[in-house]
Each structure stands twice: as structure tokens, then as C-alpha cells.
């Protein structure tokens, strides 16, 4: 099972490239937002490489970044969402930008991505959007994944919105602003916010979530 290259890219025929790895030639598969991030042709490049193997065709899907490859992951769970239509929903936004279209359910933001009709969009929304919840306390500001063993409420200080002087709450604030909602519509989701010893910031984001608009 392929689950990484690094060689040389010589080839693009988007979706498909050709990664030249000591000489052997591997087509691989990859979205056109890897594609824009892509180095020139003959410069190294690696990929993230998922393996789909089938009885008469094995191919290969390439990333970039951990971020769009974890969002993938997450997208072939999906009913009838294969790995060819993962990368053509993932061809529409950057990973963020897609995990809070569904995190906030937004469904005709989502119908709005070529190929996604709407009853693709609701199978995102109602099987993805609490993973794609926690994946945006997972991801800062800048779209990047916190070090594994950083907890949420630990991570660094948000840049956006006033402190409430409870890290939590700050957390959400910011992954609402994360998620598209304005800084006003935030802090009015977070204002009221049961905070108890037992609470999660998953949970807490959840609660915001019930009372922002669609």
C-alpha cells in the first residue's frame, strides 16, 4: 500500500500528475486545490497518497497538505461519496473553507461545489458535521493542525474577538468566526453559554451552533 511520494514531478493532466520517483513513473490523482499549490514541473514534490485499490484498477490520490487528506478521509465515509468524488468536492474550497460549509450545515453553500447536489449536501451535513465540528477546534487560525497532545483550551491565544477570561469560551468564539459567522454574531452565541465542570468545548460549540443563524 502506497501512503507517500517523493520524487519529482514531471507531468500534469489535471486531475492526473506524474511523480517521477527513481525513475519509475506514478500517476497519481489530486484535487485542483493541490494542484494550485503544486511547485513547478521538474522541481521535488511529496504527497500524502491514499491507495484505492480495485479488482482491474488501482489508483492513486495525492495531497499536499495533512489537512485536505484528513478532510478526505472523512468524505469516503459518506454513503455513495467515493474517493473521485471526494476530490471533486474538495476541487471547490480549501479544507477549512469545506469543513465549515458542513460544520454549520450549510447546505446551499455546499450545493453551490460542482457535483454536490442536494441530497449529496445533506448526507455531508448529517453524517460530517460534528466531526467537521471538532475539526475546526482542531485547526488554528491559520488552517494549520494543532500538535498532537496540545488540548484545545491549551492552544494558543485566539487573535479575533475579546477574552471572556474563559479559554473555552474563547475557543468557540473563535472557530464560529472560523466557521464564517461575524465577530457580533459570535460573541452574542457565546454570552450565554453554560460553562459547568463537566463541560467539553465540543459540546460547548455545539450549544453556540443551536442559536446561529442559517
Same mark, same amino acid.
Given at each position: ?10 507531468e500534469r493532466d489535471p486531475p492526473h500528475l506524474t511523480v517521477d520517483c527513481n525513475g519509475v513513473g506514478y500517476d497519481v490523482v489530486v484535487s485542483a486545490y493541490t494542484l494550485a ?14 491507495? @484505492? ?54 447546505? =446551499? ?19 460530517? @458535521? ?38 473555552? =469560551? ?45
Open positions: 500500500m502506497i501512503a507517500r511520494l517523493d520524487g519529482v514531478l514531471i499549490g503544486l511547485p513547478a514541473d521538474g522541481e521535488r514534490v511529496t504527497l500524502r497518497i491514499f491507495t @484505492h485499490a480495485l479488482e482491474s484498477k488501482l489508483t492513486l490520490f495525492g495531497f499536499l497538505e495533512l489537512q485536505e487528506r484528513t478532510l478526505f478521509d472523512l468524505l469516503i465515509t459518506v454513503k455513495n461519496v467515493g474517493p473521485s468524488t471526494a476530490i471533486a468536492i474538495l476541487s471547490g474550497s480549501s479544507p477549512r473553507d469545506m469543513a465549515a460549509l458542513i460544520a454549520r450545515e450549510d447546505l =446551499v453553500g455546499l450545493t453551490r461545489i460542482k457535483g454536490v447536489g442536494k441530497k449529496t449536501a445533506e448526507l455531508l451535513v448529517v453524517e460530517l @458535521h460534528e466531526k467537521c465540528e471538532e475539526l475546526m477546534l482542531r485547526w488554528d487560525a491559520d488552517g494549520n493542525l494543532r500538535p498532537a497532545g496540545i488540548t484545545v483550551g491549551a492552544a494558543r491565544p485566539l487573535r479575533r474577538g475579546k477574552s471572556s477570561g474563559n479559554p473555552m =469560551v474563547d475557543e468557540v468564539r473563535g472557530a464560529l468566526v472560523g466557521m464564517g459567522w461575524s465577530p457580533n454574531e459570535a460573541e452574542a452565541a457565546v454570552v450565554d453559554l453554560a460553562v459547568t465542570a463537566e463541560a467539553t468545548i465540543e459540546g460547548l460549540l455545539r450549544q453556540a451552533l443551536r442559536s446561529m443563524p442559517r
